[in-house]
């Protein structure tokens, strides 16, 4: 969250100078350029040579209000780093357009263009989000985490419960998406249906889980945006809740239903219409990719969530 909150307020320079720091404390090799006289940093705000990777950052305090500006800077700043660095450094092998987008995502017609410098310069261009960064930080070691982030008190290592922290963040997301009523069907899905059956449970609980499923593009998005950390931390969350309930409830013939509440009780402390509704979403999403409940016997290896 504190890696997050320094995501969202900083712009421009500020955060250029982010990226930069949480770069070299990933990549020993990484050399950040600053900016000389009137030359500027030749279009270069960071880059590896023993690698041929380059970086060049766009930070705009409102990504979502900057469509033509974004491309217009890509394309400019790309040409104008291939025609110095490229031939009188180091041949350019990838290059990554660094967009602050805080977690919304970027417009579609960035890709197109992306893929026209992959085939003009035979290069490999792509994007560099800010769930991009946050997966670089997260892999850092615990000091160069907490000089990162200017400080900060750990966590107790003897915390045993899990964090609801992220649950709340996602639940609280999806409460505040605007309603699509939509005509179109929801297609059949065999495998799911075959999961329901077989984890024997009765059509009032199947019909939870069909209708938590009709939204889970919802719960999609959200993960495309963001890290990996949110994704794992709600596949742990439910997972450790139906191992518990598993272990808990003694066998009988209602258990899959009983394990189902269990999960869907501890997983919304305040059950109002809205925050079982998201639950729901979350359980349909993770009882998909098999991290609640069994697979059938003869299923191949579980899906991965993408």
Known sequence: MKFRLKVYEKNGQAFEDFFVRVMQAHNPNFIPIKPQGRYGDRKNDGFDRTTGVYYQVYAPEDITARESETIEKLNTDFQGLYNYWHSQVCPIKEFYFVVNDKYKGVYPSLFPELEKIKKSYEVNADSFLAKNLEDIFLELSDEAIIDVLDGFEPLPENISAPDYSVLREVVNYLNDLPYHFSAEEIPEHPDFARKIIFNKLSSGIARRLDNGRIHTNDIYHYFRNNSEFP???????????????????????????????????????????????????????YFEFCDIYEAPPGDAEPLTLF
């Open 231 to 285: 994704k794992e931390d709600l596949r742990l969350i439910f997972n450790s809740l139906y191992q518990e309930a598993v272990d808990k409830i003694p066998e009988n013939e209602d258990k899959g239903d009983e394990v189902f509440l269990y999960i869907l009780k501890k997983a919304t402390p305040r059950q109002t219409k809205p925050i079982v509704e998201a639950v729901l979403i979350l359980m349909a999403y």
